[in-house]
């Protein structure tokens, strides 16, 4: 059953326009396949999905803050919210979404007709989703974790954090580690082995280069989070004392370890969003992006910088003048390289011919917001003046306004323009003109009045506050906002079902887009390109010479072979999930019955047949 | 010590500290006063960065406009137009992408000069004569010793305007934050370090902190209050607080006393001249003193403190006082001897 020829009647919506039986087939064709574009599409549905969870756990910690005071929400129910919803957003939300558009589009971009590792993809995904699954079981046993997405020891010890809920939180991470590093390990491959011929990698499109820059960011941040999460493990579960002070353990040693992944993992977050950008721009303007070199090389350099930066996250814990002086002026560097691609992008507009169609309205308001963000962060770049600001609802407005205005305007950017790849359908662009205007504006009405609140002394993380500090007028500013900005969530999710509904069919090209996914149907057979394009330049459907480049569907070839189904990366997930839960409860029948199930699926995986 | 003393070393021009706090205004104008406020410093440690934070926010006005500026003039000019031609495709310019990556560069060097010499100042250890107090955060209230004063107190501190102040922080259980944002940055309170922070307030008042650092269940509620006060009145505050515990001013208070002593208060709580010498929860010889009960949350009354005894953890979620049964008598009587302890 590799490829079923069929019509895809059954998959609802996308039928009638899914020639190549690229979503055809029922459940057990989804649990199986290996196909980059079915598994982008699983991963793009649920981050949406934890996308709108981690919104109203922020929805509820915004109803909670209203007013001064409020009983709705107790504190311990509040820790929980906060915590899980940095997690969630993280983790479970911007990451994965991001590894949607990695999986769909970077084989279509570069000519490919799968990832390296069509398996361990399926694998990366199936571990992410139960992963995240198990995180979130946790309010169903005694409660979500709440010490933090950051956890910061000591307060993560047995002794100040008994029961399961710090558990659920270190096992689930290390869990969704396992999916985040072999996705990163599959796309550094694929996309130095399987570009197209002619593909060199300064003519890869941008969006391909910050997926490869951000996959070697992931390969070389999350060890250092793995390291801090085993190193806390053994602390709660086998009674070592890494971080305990009173046994000459250190609490440091965790924000040492965390923030070294953790920054990183800021541009993990934020690089796919850039390189959406500087896809969705240049076609929008009708003109290549301006200075191409120079904001790949700025995307090289930002993530490099990004491992030398992490102590910014610990201004306020005394390192001393010299750490504070060389974190700062390190800081303060990686302004130059994002300086340098808003630059770009504004060249790029410049001169052109803009459509100001949703994809570049989403793009224009993420430059917008952007700049806001970096220069907020430039202010708490300065290491004294931070000492103000660290801990703040100043900092809150800041990481929203890079991560929110900045990555979710690219994401939503790349959704609108990407989408009717994915489906063949075309959004409505009025609805989501609709969609930017209440989402700018709510956004701007939720998290500006959060600087001022920051720096009229609101601290971050707190249940509640008192009445007479002067925040409540901001505060109710901001939940109200918030609540707008939900909103306008609903009118993307019915702008999405009415395309699956009744969207009218998109062709192979409907933006007159200047890569190579352009160039395939919509949505692509299950094969993507026929014969493996090859390409003369950047922009390789601008170029005079397209002949090569548009193999399209009338080439009279034969239809390639691609690999077959698998059940076995679903079954190691869930023997890795199970090893979790026998660590969660320190059952050891079953941690072995997780170790058995993930052998079995290893092996069952290595002697399977490639096809059927 | 004059007002509003500020030492001006960013070199941003006098009128951004205006335009920072018409912004602050134009947001917080249904809003404010703001009395736990950093952008209204009232010490020499704040001033140094608020002027620092202002020099930034001078700059960053100044990208702000142009960026965002060149950003809106390119939608409107650029926009399509019905029968226009084809936009002439330019793929860079390397003189544009070197002044580009040069004037952010310029500006950050701008920055990065003030802030160096402000790190450089603020966070070394505390230079030339200062009293010292010490800070040791709890979950979820603050302990304040004045070692060479011999003085023991909680949640209130006390400071005599125009001294130097010198405070060593550490924690006695998980990570805290000291800041009071009217007095300066805040620091860390870290298990196993001990850390510090220093200013000299400029003019006498009540000063509003708390926990900045997320610490466990109650870290909202773990707040601190500060009076700078005239030498002279620091003194009279220092000699009342050195004293031991006055004795029962009144019959109830006295019952209060025998009550308290004996009703397991004592095993976590200390009052100075009697056989209660607890250190697992604050220092009690003067709590009628102070202005605030459980770390800053509740006004000093005797109904706020009945509400305290009777349950605390209905008033701080998780707090770790463990009260036995209490009639409502005995009650009255306890919180007639913790009020006349002043």
């Keep these: ?612 | 010590m004059e007002r509003g003393r500020r030492p001006h070393t960013s070199g941003a021009p006098r009128w951004i500290g205006p335009l920072l706090a018409l912004a602050a205004l134009a947001l917080g104008a249904c809003g404010g006063p703001f009395p736990q406020s950093a952008l209204d410093p009232a010490s020499d440690f704040a001033w140094k960065l608020q002027d620092l934070f202002e020099g930034i926010f001078f700059w960053a006005v100044i990208v702000f406009v142009l960026v965002e500026g060149a950003l809106i003039v390119a939608i409107f000019r650029f926009r399509e137009r019905p029968g226009g031609a084809a936009p002439r495709a330019t793929h860079g310019n390397t003189l544009l992408e070197i002044s580009w990556t040069l004037a952010p560069a310029v500006v950050l060097v701008l920055i990065a000069i003030p802030t160096i010499r402000t790190i450089w100042d603020v966070d070394q250890p505390a230079r030339g004569e200062s009293l010292v107090v010490e800070a040791i955060g709890h979950q979820w209230w603050w302990e304040f010793r004045y070692p060479d004063l011999g003085v023991v107190t909680a949640n209130e501190m006390h400071i005599p305007v125009g001294t130097q102040i010198d405070v060593r922080l550490t924690s006695a259980d998980v990570i805290h934050s000291f800041w009071f944002p009217r007095l300066g940055g805040k620091r860390d309170a870290i298990p196993g370090h001990e850390n510090q922070i220093w200013f000299t307030a400029d003019s006498a008042g009540l000063y509003l902190g708390q926990c900045a650092e997320f610490c466990g269940l109650s870290h909202a509620l773990m707040k601190m209050q500060l009076v700078a006060e005239a030498p002279e009145a620091f003194q009279a505050w220092v000699d009342r607080q050195k004293s031991d515990a006055l004795a029962a001013d009144s019959v109830i208070a006295a019952e209060g006393s025998q009550a308290f002593m004996r009703g397991g208060c004592i095993a976590c709580h200390k009052v100075r001249g009697t056989v209660a010498q607890g250190v697992i929860g604050p220092d009690l010889t003067h709590v009628g003193s102070r202005r605030r009960i459980a770390a800053g949350i509740l006004d000093n009354t005797p109904e706020n403190l009945e509400r305290w005894i009777r349950n605390p953890q209905a008033v701080k979620p998780g707090a770790l006082m463990v009260v036995p049964e209490l009639d409502d008598e005995t009650v009255r009587r306890i919180v007639a001897y913790l009020q006349s302890l002043k």
Aim: proline content about 6%.
């Design chain 1, 1 to 612: 059953m590799a490829v079923t020829g069929a019509v895809g009647a059954e998959t609802p919506g996308v039928g009638a326009q899914d020639h190549g039986g690229t979503y055809s087939g029922g459940i057990w064709s989804w649990l199986t396949t290996v196909d980059h574009k079915r598994i982008g599409v699983m991963y793009g549905v649920s981050a949406f999905l934890f996308f709108l969870v981690g919104g109203i756990e922020a929805l509820l910690i915004r109803l909670q803050l209203g007013t001064p005071e409020n009983t709705l929400i107790n504190p311990d129910l509040y820790n929980q919210l906060f915590t899980m919803h940095g997690t969630t957003m993280v983790f479970l939300a911007i990451m994965p979404l991001s590894a949607a558009f990695f999986n769909f589009i970077v084989p279509l971009q570069i000519g490919a007709r799968d990832v390296a590792f069509p398996r361990l993809n399926a694998f990366s995904f199936w571990v992410f989703f139960l992963g995240a699954l198990f995180m979130n079981s946790s309010f169903l046993f005694g409660g979500a974790p709440d010490a933090g997405w950051f956890g910061y020891a000591n307060l993560t010890s047995t002794q100040y954090s008994p029961g399961m809920r710090v558990d659920f939180w270190v096992l689930g991470l290390l869990v969704l580690g396992v999916s985040s590093i072999a996705a990163a390990l599959n796309f550094i491959v694929t996309i130095i082995n399987l570009r197209c011929e002619g593909m060199h990698f300064m003519r890869m499109p941008l969006f391909t280069w910050m997926t490869l820059i951000t996959s070697f960011l992931l390969v070389m941040a999350f060890p250092a989070i793995t390291v801090g999460l085993v190193l806390l493990m053994f602390d709660r579960m086998f009674g070592t004392q890494f971080f305990n002070p009173l046994a000459g353990g250190d609490v440091l040693l965790w924000q040492h370890l965390f923030w070294i992944f953790g920054h990183p993992e800021v541009y993990i977050l934020l690089l796919p969003g850039l390189g959406m950008v500087s896809e969705i721009i240049p076609v929008f303007s009708r003109k290549p992006l301006f200075g191409y070199a120079f904001v790949v090389y700025s995307g090289v350099l930002i993530a490099f910088l990004g491992f030398g930066v992490w102590a910014h996250h610990m201004f306020a814990v005394g390192l001393g003048p010299v750490a504070n002086t060389v974190f700062a002026a390190a800081t303060m560097l990686i302004a130059i390289p994002t300086g340098v691609k808003i630059f770009n992008w504004i060249a790029t507009l410049w001169g052109g011919s803009l459509r100001l169609k949703t994809p570049l309205y989403f793009c224009l308001g993420f430059i917008a917001m952007f700049i806001i963000g970096g220069l907020s962060g430039v202010m708490h770049a300065s290491a004294a003046a931070d000492l103000q600001q660290t801990d703040t609802y100043f900092i809150v407005a800041h990481i929203h306004y890079v991560l929110f205005g900045g990555v979710m305007f690219a994401l939503f950017a790349g959704m609108y323009y990407w989408i009717p790849k994915v489906t063949g359908r075309m959004l409505s662009d009025r609805l989501g003109k609709i969609h930017f205007w209440i989402m700018l504006v709510s956004f701007n009405l939720t998290f500006f009045p959060q600087h001022f609140l920051g720096l009229h002394g609101m601290p971050r993380r707190t249940f509640t506050y008192e009445s007479g500090l002067g925040f409540e007028a901001m505060n109710l500013m901001s939940t109200v906002g918030a609540l707008l900005l939900g909103s306008s969530m609903l009118i993307f999710i019915w702008n999405v079902l009415q395309m699956l509904r009744k969207g009218p069919p998109t062709g192979a090209d409907p933006w007159g887009g200047s890569t190579l996914e352009w160039s395939i149907a919509s949505p692509p057979p299950h094969y993507n390109f026929k014969v493996l394009p090859k390409v003369y330049g950047r922009d390789p459907l601008w170029a005079a010479d397209t002949s090569d480049s548009r193999p399209g569907d009338d080439v009279e070839a034969p239809e390639p072979h691609m690999p077959g189904p698998s059940a076995f990366p679903l079954t190691t997930a869930i023997g890795i999930v199970v090893m979790a839960a026998g660590g969660l409860t320190t059952t050891l029948p079953v941690l072995f019955v997780g170790v058995a199930v993930v052998l079995f699926g290893v092996y069952g995986w290595a002697f399977q047949p490639l096809e059927h």
